[in-house]
C-alpha cells in the first residue's frame, strides 16, 4: 500500500478523486493541509505528496519545497507547458517525493506518476 | 504620468525580483531561497522563472488585458521577474533589471495600446463586440461565494448559500433605491449579493474548530531568519505596494481578471469587494509561502488593489497602499498564529481561489464565445469551441481561462482576414 498525501492549494477534492480512482486499493489518499503533508511526508508518515496549483510549483509546492527541500520535490507541469512522460518517470526514478502541477492537468499528469509509483 | 508610474512599477519590481526580495509568481517564491542560499544555479533560476512565466503572460495576461484595455498585472509582474532573475548578481544587475523593467512597463502600455489602435482600424473594427468577454463576468462574479462553500462544506451548503445571495440580489434590484434627504441612493444587486455571500463564507469558516489531533508546525518559529529578512526589506516592499496602488487608481493595471473587467465597465464598488475577496484568498498562499522562504510578493496580499480601486487620487493611494503592505508584513506572524487557530480560513482562503478561477473559466469562455459569435454568428461558436476542446488534449495548452479572449481576438482577426480575400461580410454595417 502506498500512502499518498494530497497538500497543496486547488481542488484537492479532484486531485484525490483521481488518485483513488486510478490506484483503486493499491493507495490511501488522504487530503491535509500543504503544511501538514509536508511534514507528514518528513516524518515518514506517507510515501508520496500531490499538490495543484495555477502556477504547478507556488501553492502546490511552497511548502513541500520549504520542508523537505527542492531535491525531493518536482513541479510537472505548469501553466501552457507539461512535461513529458519521460521527463515525470525520470523525476520518479530520481527519488522525488513531492510533485507540483496545475489542476487543469491533473488528468493527464496523475496517472503517469501512479502508474510509476505502484509499480 | 501613466508612463512614469508605469515605468516605476516595471523597474522597481525587477529590482525587487534581482534582490529576491518579492517575486510574484508564487510557484517562483520557494525557488528564491534555493538559489540565494547556493543550492541553485543562477541559471536554473532563470530558466525556472521563465518556464514559469511566460505561458502566463502571453498565454493569459495579455489576452485579458486586449479584450478589456486594462493591463492585468500578472503581463507585467510575471515579466519583471524574468527579468530580474535573468540579470546579473550586484550593483550592476540593479541598474540592468531596473532599466530593462522601466522599458518593459512602457513597452506594455505602448504597446497594449497600439494593438487596440490597430484593431480599430481594421476594415472590420471588432472592438465594441470584443468587450462583450465581460458580460458573464460582470453578472456572475457573486456566485463564487457560494462555490466556495460548496467546496468546503459540501453542495446543498453551497445552494442555500446560492439561494440567499440570490434572494438579496432580486431584493435589492427592486427594493434597494432609497432617498436620504435628497441623495438618492442606489445599491448594486450584484454587489450586495455578493458582500452576503461573502459574510455566509467567512461565517461557515470561523466555525471550523482546529483539530487538537492534527501535527501542528509553527511555521514562525522554524522559520524565523526567513521572517526576519521580510522585514528588513519593509521599506522597498512598502514602495512597491505603493505605486501599484498608485497605477491601480489611475486605471493603468488591475490584479485580477473579474476586477479587471469590472473596472472596464465602471463598476468600481463590485471591483473593489471583489479585489477585497480576492484578498481574502490570497493571505493564507501569500503568508504562509513569504514566512516559509523569506520572499515576499510585490503586490503582497493583493489588498494594495482595492486600496487603488476605492482610492481614486493616485497620491493617496500610494501612501495608503504603501502602508496596508508594511501592515501586512508586520503582522506576519500574526496572521499564520490566525491562521493555525481557524483552520476553515486557510481552506476557505485555497477554495477561494480554486472557486474564482473556475467561475472565470465558464464565464470568460461563454463571454469569449459570445464575442465571437456576435462577430461572426455561427462561425465564432464553431471557432472558439473547436479551440477550447483542442486545447484540452494540447501537450502545450493554453490557460483554460485564456481561451475565451484569445478565441475571440482570434475570430475577429480572422474574419479581417476573411473579408479581405471577400469570404465574409460584416453582418452589422448598419
Redesign the interface.
Known amino acids: 500500500m502506498i500512502r499518498i498525501v494530497v497538500g497543496g492549494q486547488m481542488d484537492k477534492d479532484r486531485v484525490a478523486e483521481i488518485i483513488k480512482k486510478l490506484g483503486g486499493d493499491k493507495v490511501s489518499v488522504k487530503i491535509q493541509t500543504d503544511i501538514q503533508a509536508a511534514m507528514a511526508i518528513k516524518t515518514n508518515q506517507a510515501d508520496y505528496y500531490f499538490g495543484a496549483c495555477n502556477t504547478g510549483g507556488g501553492g502546490a509546492l511552497a511548502m513541500a519545497i520549504a520542508l523537505l527541500g527542492m531535491p525531493l520535490c518536482a513541479t510537472v507541469s505548469m501553466p501552457g507547458n507539461i512535461r513529458s512522460e519521460s521527463e515525470i518517470i525520470k523525476e520518479i526514478e530520481n527519488g522525488k517525493k513531492a510533485f507540483g502541477f496545475t489542476p487543469q492537468h491533473a488528468e493527464q499528469v496523475i496517472p503517469i506518476i501512479l502508474n510509476k509509483i505502484i509499480k | 504620468m501613466t508612463y512614469i508610474i508605469i515605468a516605476l512599477i516595471g523597474a522597481f519590481a525587477s529590482i525587487l525580483a534581482n534582490k529576491g526580495v518579492a517575486v510574484f509568481?508564487?510557484?517562483?517564491?520557494?525557488?528564491v531561497p534555493?538559489y540565494l542560499e547556493g543550492?541553485?544555479s543562477k541559471k536554473a533560476l532563470a530558466a525556472t522563472s521563465f518556464?514559469?512565466g511566460?505561458?502566463?503572460v502571453?498565454?493569459?495576461g495579455i489576452p485579458v488585458s486586449v479584450a478589456a484595455n486594462i493591463i492585468l498585472i500578472h503581463s507585467i509582474l510575471l515579466g519583471t521577474d524574468i527579468i530580474g532573475t535573468w540579470s546579473p548578481d550586484g550593483k550592476k544587475g540593479m541598474i540592468i533589471s531596473g532599466v530593462i523593467g522601466a522599458i518593459y512597463g512602457v513597452g506594455l502600455v505602448v504597446g497594449l495600446k497600439f494593438v487596440v489602435d490597430l484593431f480599430s482600424m481594421l476594415p472590420v473594427n471588432f472592438l465594441p463586440q470584443l468587450a462583450m468577454v465581460s458580460i458573464p463576468i460582470v453578472a456572475a462574479f457573486a456566485a463564487f461565494p457560494a462555490l466556495v462553500v460548496a467546496?468546503q462544506y459540501g453542495v446543498k451548503n453551497g445552494i442555500i448559500t446560492l439561494t440567499i445571495s440570490f434572494l438579496v440580489r432580486q431584493i435589492v434590484q427592486y427594493y434597494g433605491k432609497f432617498k436620504i434627504g435628497s441623495a438618492e441612493v442606489a445599491l448594486n444587486p450584484e454587489g450586495m449579493a455578493l458582500l452576503v455571500g461573502m459574510i455566509i463564507m467567512i461565517i461557515y469558516a470561523v466555525r471550523e474548530k482546529a483539530d487538537p489531533n492534527?501535527?501542528s508546525?509553527d511555521?514562525v518559529s522554524l522559520?524565523s531568519d526567513r521572517v526576519k529578512r521580510i522585514k528588513k526589506n519593509v521599506p522597498y516592499l512598502a514602495i512597491m505596494g505603493g505605486l501599484i496602488a498608485a497605477g491601480t487608481s489611475m486605471l493603468i493595471i488591475a490584479g485580477d481578471p473579474i476586477s479587471l473587467n469590472l473596472l472596464s465597465k465602471g463598476k468600481s464598488a463590485e471591483a473593489a469587494l471583489t479585489a477585497l475577496a480576492r484578498g481574502i484568498g490570497f493571505v493564507p498562499?501569500v503568508a504562509?509561502?513569504a514566512i516559509?522562504?523569506g520572499v515576499y510578493g510585490p503586490a503582497g496580499m493583493t489588498f494594495v488593489f482595492v486600496v487603488g480601486i476605492l482610492i481614486k487620487n493616485p497620491i493617496l493611494a500610494f501612501s495608503v497602499g504603501a502602508i496596508v503592505i508594511t501592515l501586512e508584513v508586520l503582522l506576519l506572524d500574526v496572521i499564520a498564529k490566525f491562521l493555525d487557530k481557524f483552520?476553515g480560513m486557510?481552506?476557505c482562503g485555497?477554495n477561494i481561489?480554486?472557486a474564482m478561477?473556475k467561475i472565470l473559466e465558464v464565464a470568460l469562455l461563454i463571454g469569449g464565445m459570445m464575442a465571437a459569435n456576435a462577430m461572426a454568428p455561427g462561425l465564432g461558436l464553431f471557432i472558439v469551441i473547436g479551440m477550447y476542446t483542442l486545447n484540452k488534449v494540447s501537450?502545450?495548452?493554453?490557460?483554460?481561462m485564456a481561451v475565451g479572449p484569445v478565441g475571440a481576438i482570434f475570430v475577429g482577426v480572422l474574419i479581417n482576414i476573411l473579408y479581405v480575400v471577400g469570404l465574409y461580410l460584416p453582418t452589422v454595417i448598419k
Open positions: 509568481n508564487d510557484g517562483l517564491r520557494p525557488i534555493e543550492r541553485m518556464a514559469l511566460f505561458g502566463l502571453i498565454g493569459f467546496y492534527a501535527q508546525v511555521l522559520f498562499l504562509t509561502t516559509a522562504t483552520p486557510k481552506n485555497d481561489r480554486t478561477s501537450k502545450k495548452p493554453i490557460v483554460d
